[in-house]
T-cell receptor, first 121, second 112 residues
Framework: DTGVSQDPRHKITKRGQNVTFRCDPI?????LYWYRQTLGQGPEFLTY????????KSRLLSDRFSAERPKGSFSTLEIQRTEQGDSAMYLC???????????????????FGAGSRLTVL | SQQGEEDPQALSIQEGENATMNCSYK?????LQWYRQNSGRGLVHLIL?????REKHSGRLRVTLDTSKKSSSLLITASRAADTASYFC????????????FGTGTRLKVLA
């Protein structure tokens, strides 16, 4: 297992087109996260899955964004009708179930992929 | 939205010096982590500190956590040129959602 893989690494598209990114997490990790990062900023949470269930989605995500994780393995993030403001690095991360997340149990440590950079012209 | 704010935003030091960066956050947390990001690449986990811990060490890294002030600091001792990167704190809020909220980052430059 070589870590978290993301594809494509770079996508250039014209405004209005649809794009899809794929993330292959570490195989034994049941949690998968998508973040978006713009230049000079920290990663911004988009959504996360536990197995195949999408447990939370940021209010920042418009209806043009959708993510899936069929069978709890790889995940796809689709952006429909792209806008120039969608240009960013899209980061995927995975983690194992570290317990209940409270201070007395195990904790998530995120393993990130290299990211997929989207440029919307 | 960003949970954490790192300070300073940018830091430039000479090789061999220590680098200190601070993180402030807004809500109660289970734990806080620090990540490093080299230019144009993914983030790498450095160290985790739980809310019931006050200080933690890992190699040249020292992390402190003050939950009463909702702040953390990361100290890198004897810095090297290879430490040049952006450093982010990430918090796991006690709201139970398991999502990590990242700060705005400190861009560290270590001059050889």
């Amino acid at each position: 297992d070589t870590g978290v893989s993301q594809d494509p690494r770079h996508k250039i598209t014209k405004r209005g087109q649809n794009v899809t990114f794929r993330c292959d997490p570490i195989s034994e990790h049941n949690r998968l996260y998508w973040y978006r990062q713009t230049l000079g900023q920290g990663p911004e949470f988009l959504t996360y899955f536990q197995n195949e269930a999408q447990l939370e989605k940021s209010r920042l995500l418009s209806d043009r964004f959708s993510a899936e994780r069929p069978k709890g393995s790889f995940s796809t993030l689709e952006i429909q009708r792209t806008e120039q403001g969608d240009s960013a690095m899209y980061l995927c991360a995975s983690s194992s179930n570290g317990g209940e997340g409270n201070m007395f149990s195990g904790a998530n440590v995120l393993t990130f992929g290299a990211g997929s950079r989207l440029t919307v012209l | 939205s960003q949970q954490g704010e790192e300070d300073p935003q940018a830091l430039s030091i000479q090789e061999g010096e220590n680098a200190t960066m601070n993180c402030s956050y807004k809500t109660s947390i289970n734990n806080l982590q620090w990540y490093r990001q080299n230019s144009g690449r993914g983030l790498v986990h450095l160290i985790l500190i739980r809310s019931n811990e006050r200080e933690k060490h890992s190699g040249r890294l020292r992390v402190t956590l003050d939950t009463s002030k909702k702040s953390s600091s990361l100290l890198i001792t004897a810095s090297r040129a290879a430490d040049t990167a952006s450093y982010f704190c990430a918090t796991d809020p006690t709201s139970g959602t398991y999502k990590y909220i990242f700060g705005t980052g400190t861009r560290l430059k270590v001059l050889a």
